[in-house]
């Protein structure tokens, strides 16, 4: 059962776009939304992250959007630079107590900002 | 200073052998954590563990078992290795599970089973 869904499984964007990646979860449970960023052959490295009392956070040219009605949330990624090629892994986490406090990851977007 | 450290980086071995993975963390953190990631570049979490309480994904067979000698260390070994164990493990920590704090993650372990 994935209970997080992410897409789309790849994006190429033009350098100076803007790169939007979709999360959707079942778990009405979750609480807590953060975004992984992967260089090929590094670990993941938490980019950004947000709960459910706001509807958007934002770190330079980072936003995250969070709609709990719909459950779903979504990485922005503004004026999309090469340096941004990587796999971005969205994922969710419910409160703390047993297996609901781990994190759950969608199956990750490789991101290409083309020159 | 490497925060969360893992050996070897890449791991080739025969199907049936038996394999271990050392992590360390210098962080002080009180959880660490055991990924796989599969050829499709899904993260799926295997253990998370504190000195209190080892969590088990039950998805996990039981050839695959944590070992944690001290607080800053969480090893993983792997009994009678199959094709389908090929993959990069991950170690992760972090402060705790309560406040779902940052995880840091290693490099990672690619290991092949031939």
């Known amino acids: 059962q994935q209970q997080v869904k992410q897409s789309p499984q790849s994006l190429i964007v033009q350098k100076g776009g803007i790169s939007i990646i979709n999360c959707a979860y079942e778990?009405?449970?979750?609480?807590?939304f953060p975004w992984y960023q992967q260089f090929p052959g590094k670990g993941p490295a938490l980019l950004i992250a947000i709960r459910p009392d706001v509807s958007e956070k934002k770190e330079g040219r980072f936003t995250i959007s969070f709609n709990k009605s719909a459950k779903q949330f979504s990485l922005h990624i503004m004026d999309s630079q090469p340096g941004d090629s990587a796999t971005y892994f969205c994922?969710?986490?419910?409160?703390?107590?047993?297996?609901?406090?781990?994190?759950?990851f969608g199956k990750g977007t490789k991101l290409s900002v083309k020159p | 200073d490497t925060a969360v450290s893992q050996t070897p980086k890449y791991l080739v071995t025969q199907m049936g052998n038996d394999k271990s993975i050392k992590c360390e963390q210098n962080?002080?953190?009180?959880?660490m954590y055991w990924y796989k990631q599969d050829s499709k570049k899904f993260l799926k979490i295997m253990f998370s563990y504190n000195n209190k309480e080892l969590i088990i994904n039950e998805t996990v067979p039981n050839r695959f078992s944590p070992k944690s000698p001290d607080k800053a260390h969480l090893n993983l070994h792997i009994n009678s290795l199959e094709l389908g164990d090929s993959a990069v493990y991950f170690c992760?920590?972090?402060?705790?599970?309560?406040?779902?704090?940052?995880?840091?993650f290693g490099p990672g372990t690619r290991l092949l089973v031939l």
């Open positions: 994922a969710a986490s419910g409160p703390y107590g047993g297996s609901q406090g781990n994190l759950i």
């Open positions: 962080l002080g953190h009180d959880t």
């Open positions: 992760a920590s972090s402060q705790n599970t309560g406040l779902q704090e940052t995880q840091y």
């Open positions: 778990n009405t449970a979750f609480d807590y």
